[in-house]
């Protein structure tokens, strides 16, 4: 138990206890935890997390954590950030059947195969391995393939390092890497690159079509009509106003009023 009068993780910050829990979130009872945020306590053993079964939100990066047990029993889990860690291994978070997003950069992940154990969690979407932002990869990131090796593992993925991997917006994150390549100067002796080709037809990008379009033509003269329209009336209201002043100037002031 932690002495009277101490903040939460001074105490060494090891381990997470009860205290530590209800102090951080003010709950009374663990399982009415849903977001918890334990960044940079020190943590080196996650103690009663499995207790907070309700829990959906989970920040536990930039700890001292090698092993994830405890959380095995988060069922309803689904945003999980364990970056700047030291795990070798992602096991228990094979039973977090609700887990939608894991943030793992920073860690000791050594091979694709480790895991294979998120094959099974049918909502995962999203996955960080590597944050080029904040300096953090694993050693299975070192191989340019690994990309390609996780996809093939885990083919329900949607989003890998923050690229869109599936869906809308995945050819363009292909597209700029398929560029990036080929801008690389190749250090190998081969024929001469062949002058670059537009990619598409003269006129593509014109911002008017080339040929005339009736539906437009009729909105231009639509426009035009009510345009004329308003300064019909900005002139009406000009002399209405004009009249008005004429006449009040002409009635001369009031003197006196009778009652």
Not at 195 to 211: L, T
Not at 239 to 257: H, W
Request: proline share 7%; charged share 20%; with cysteine.
């Amino acid at each position: 138990m932690e002495p009277p009068g101490e903040k939460p993780g001074e105490a060494g910050g090891q381990q997470i206890t009860p205290q530590l829990l209800k102090l951080r979130t003010g709950e009374f009872s663990l399982e009415s935890i849903l977001l918890l945020k334990l960044r940079c306590l020190g943590l080196a053993d996650l103690g009663c997390l499995g207790e907070c079964l309700g829990l959906e939100w989970l920040d536990l990066s930039g700890n001292a954590l090698t092993h994830l047990g405890p959380l095995a029993s988060l069922r309803q889990l689904a945003v999980l950030n364990v970056s700047n860690n030291q795990l070798t291994g992602l096991e228990p978070l094979a039973t977090c059947e609700n887990l939608q997003s894991l943030n793992a950069a920073g860690n000791l992940l050594a091979t694709p195969g480790q895991l294979q154990c998120l094959a099974g969690l049918p909502c995962l979407e999203y996955l960080r391995l590597r944050d080029p932002l904040a300096r953090l990869s694993n050693p299975l990131c070192a191989s340019p393939s690994y990309r390609a090796a996780v996809r093939e593992l885990l083919p329900g993925l949607k989003v890998i390092d923050g690229e869109r991997v599936i869906g809308r917006g995945s050819e363009f994150y292909q597209l700029c890497r398929d560029l990036d390549s080929s801008l690389r100067p190749s250090s190998s002796p081969g024929p001469r690159a062949t002058e670059a080709q537009p990619w598409v037809e003269p006129g593509y990008w014109e911002s008017w079509p080339s040929r005339s379009s009736s539906i437009l033509e009729e909105a231009c003269r639509q426009f035009q009509d009510t345009l004329q329209e308003c300064w019909d009336l900005e002139r009406q209201a000009s002399d209405s106003l004009a009249q008005a002043e004429q006449a009040l100037s002409s009635a001369g002031p009031t003197s006196s009023f009778v009652f």
